[in-house]
């Protein structure tokens, strides 16, 4: 006899449920931890078979769903990236929203391009490209595992480019051929101004050449061949000494002029500073000597105007040991200075009477008349 149907009663059913919660939480748990210590074959099976009972589940906010593909993109990726294939593994880290392996895989792909081109540039002969490239490796990615080899790389590529120059101008200097040794060496040094072989420097000799140069054209200059040493200057590029003949003697014949209009009106440190220019405009000695002289000159005056200002303006206040020491100096540095009616010899004479008067009458400190500034000027 059959036995009656019955249904399950609520408190069955409950419990069922509670049974299949607890485990799916055990198992999220369990596929958590695998997915916190990337053991991601691991973490998938588990949040796999949590989605076999409910694929919509979630646990603390985070969707089971979701963890499986993450967990999924992050082992092809970690496979792919083992294999050497970046652009799928990068692909997967994007998929499965690692953005510091995006990042550090984004960085071994630029790396491992630019480390081509650089190396087919290098095949072709364009070495120079090629040294860019792996200087640019070094600026961008500094303390890199691989800043050694690229290093030496970059080196031998500069050397292969420009090492033909390099013995042009050695050659050239044999010969004593200064212009085609100076172009020859300012091709080396612009693109590496380190540039060395065998024990050589090439900035060293390019400066040899250029000295060469220019000591052949500052004498044609002090000879006053002008033309010839502008020629000169040219031949060599030396920008700093290329310049328009006239136009510079204009220049100079205008400095000149305004130096001697300044020593006029008496604006004597003005016109020092002037003759100290016009001394760098001159290539002879004579020329600059002369000039320096002027300098001396004005300077001279200048201080020697103050000096005197000063003790005018001590004079007209009864100081007069400051008198005595300021036209004191005026004597020692020119003893027959006058700038006015009066020496400033005889000024002194006077400065260092009142002031002993002073010291010993202080009541006998008016200025007498042959003292007076007015007097004077």
Known sequence: MNEPHTEPTQTAAERETAVTQDHLTTLFDQGWAHLVNQRWQQAEELFLQIEAY??????????????????????????????????????????????EHVQEVHILLTIQEREARAEQLASCGNYQAAAWIYNQLLDEFPAHEKETN???????CWEAELLPYFQIGVQALENQQWRTAYSAFTQVVVVDP??????????????????????????????????QAMDAYREIGHLARIENVDEFLRLRAHEEEN?????????????????????????????????????????????????????????????????EK????????????????????????????????????????????????????
């Open 54 to 99: 409910n694929s919509h589940y979630e646990q603390d906010g985070l969707c089971v769903r979701h963890l499986r593909h993450k967990a999924q993109h992050e082992r092809k990726a970690e496979t792919a990236w083992k294999l050497g294939d970046l652009e799928t593994a990068l692909t997967a880290f994007k998929n499965a929203d690692d953005f």
């Open 259 to 323: 130096a001697q209009r300044l020593e006029a009106e008496g604006k004597w440190f003005e016109a020092a500073a002037k003759y100290k220019y016009l001394r760098t405009l001159y290539y002879d000695e004579n020329g600059r000597n002369r000039w320096q002289c002027a300098a001396d000159r004005c300077t001279e005056e200048g201080r020697l105007h103050a000096l005197y200002e000063q003790a005018m303006t001590a004079i007209e206040k009864l100081r007069w040991a400051d008198a």
């Open 326 to 377: 300021l036209l004191g100096q005026i004597v020692a540095i020119r003893p027959n200075y006058q700038p006015d009616d009066t020496p400033a010899r005889k000024l002194h004479r006077t400065a260092r009477w009142r002031s002993l008067v002073t010291r010993f009458a202080p009541d006998a400190g008016a200025p007498s008349p042959q003292v007076q500034r007015s007097k004077l000027s």
């Open 194 to 227: 380190y540039f060395r072989k065998n024990g050589r420097s090439a900035a060293a000799l390019l400066e040899m050449a250029r000295k060469e140069v220019v000591l052949l054209a500052d004498q044609q200059l002090r000879q006053g061949h002008v033309q």
């Open 150 to 156: 690229w290093q030496i790389k970059q080196e031998s």
